[in-house]
């Protein structure tokens, strides 16, 4: 049954719910916030048509408690809410919810969730409908898993039923590491998740992480909106992401993109998903999870077959058809996204804190999906990314230098972000060719985290250069030390950063 909506709240933060509002108000749509007591001078509260407070700081307090957001609702008079990514996401509950209190959720249906929602569940329902999965095993304790891993061999990967995000996950590389490894994966997800139920697989040796995005509609037409490559990764969370993927062939693709329309037909699935596999180097691909919501790396498939991926959503959560099949969709050029996170670039360990400046990338082909601006707080509370930085080029080699010169212009102060990590990644040559895997970052830490490197003999310099740059950009100042010609100055015959530092870098790194 089709219906127009009216208004629609967000049930997030940050960056994705001010991504979900920028296409409400393209569509005529009101957008309605909410906020903890933390986030009262948010972005996304800000950008809204109206807010609502629901509680204190901790998640648990606020964005966890489904009866504050459907109460929310209620009150502001929402006749849709959109979950955009973690939190209540992909907890059936809400869109039950939802259904009991006359909203429209903007996500696919709670049974799908239910599915798919354990890992163990899924892969034994993608099995039986034909999806190639990790072999594995569901054990009781430490006796059986061994016994399991040595039937399957090692290594073998620990992995909590419930959840995702690299959280109780342990990889066991021999039988006298799986006591250990075993405590320490159900302690995790029971933290997390609050399950502490754990399986094995066998570990895929440097496997490629390429996921298939999917779209349906509630008619039970479904389509592969092609794939992803999230292959880096650190403490298996993701942080690069670009299409089409280096190691995939077209026909891979379809491959791939067919078995994953397959498995969501199985499960009755409609609206955005995404399908994540393990692709080996030999071509041979094996499911891992299906995430049933809009995935954070979204923005690159948006930007190489111009579809507005929350706009279907909300299309479909109104009853409208997709209006297109497989064959109408095609992807064009090459896209990569950076996760800019608020996070020291030496270990990446959270940075919360003031952003005292922000100057964020433009010009052709650049995208930042961000939710900060200058003077507002990175909060300890949640999640510490900042934005998305995302480039679009003809081909993946000028993807790669777009990248570089938005990466050159962005500005954060105040706090630590992962910055000099992206720009040290663009540069090395193993990602340029797009040669990595999984591994990458952990084999490579030393030449991809800390800072940039200054000459010995070019420091007192430089760092008298950066101290002079911060003060010009704080009080607004211009001449010589200004953002126009690159360069800082102590006046005449003052000290100016090399040629081989920006003047944004300076700016960074002070």
Known sequence: MSRTFRKVLVANRGEIAVRVMRTLREMGIGSVAVYSDADRAALHVRMADEARPIGPAPAGESYLRIDKIIDAARKTGADGIHPGYGFLSENPALPEACEKAGIAFIGPPASAMRAMGSKTAARDKMSAAGVPIVPGARCE?????????????????????????????????????????????????????????????????????????????REGNLVHVFERDCSIQRRNQKVVEETPSPAASRELVARMGA???????????????????????????????????????????????????????VRVAQGESLGFEQ??????????????????????????????????????????????????????????????????????????????????????????????????????????????????????????LGYPTVKPEQRDAVAVAMAVAAARMESGSTGKGSEMNGEASGGPGGPRLAPWVSHHRARRWA
């Open 259 to 313: 078995i994953a329309v397959q498995g969501a037909k199985s499960v009755g699935y409609f609206s955005a998903g995404t399908f994540e596999f393990l692709l080996a180097e030999d071509g041979s691909f094996y499911f891992l999870e299906m995430n049933t919501r809009l995935q954070v790396e979204h923005p690159v498939t948006e930007l190489v077959t111009g579809l507005d991926l929350v706009r279907e959503m």
């Open 327 to 448: 064959t109408d969709l095609s992807a064009r050029g090459a896209a990569i996204e950076c996760r800019v996170y608020a996070e020291d670039p030496t270990a990446f360990l959270p940075s919360p804190g003031v952003i005292t400046n922000l100057v964020v990338p433009s010009g052709p082909g650049v995208r930042d999906d961000g939710g900060a601006y200058p003077g507002c707080t990175i909060s300890s509370f949640y999640d510490p990314l900042i934005s998305k930085l995302s480039v679009w080029a003809p081909t993946r080699e000028r993807a790669v230098e777009r990248m570089r010169r938005a990466l050159s212009e962005y500005v954060v102060t105040g706090i630590k972000t992962n910055l000099a990590f992206h720009e040290k990644l663009f540069v090395h040559p193993e990602f340029v060719a797009g040669r990595y895997d999984t591994g990458f970052i952990e084999r490579h830490k030393s030449e991809l």
């Open 141 to 217: 304790t430490t006796d059986e898993a061994i016994a399991a891993a040595r039937k399957i061999g090692f290594p073998v990967m620990l992995k909590a039923a419930s959840g995702g995000g690299g959280k109780g996950m342990r990889l066991v590389e021999s039988a006298d590491q799986m006591a250990s490894a075993w405590e320490r994966a159900r302690s995790e997800a029971k933290k997390f998740f609050g399950d502490d139920t754990v399986y094995l697989e066998k570990a895929i040796l440097k496997p490629r992480h390429v996921e298939i995005q999917v779209l349906g509609d």
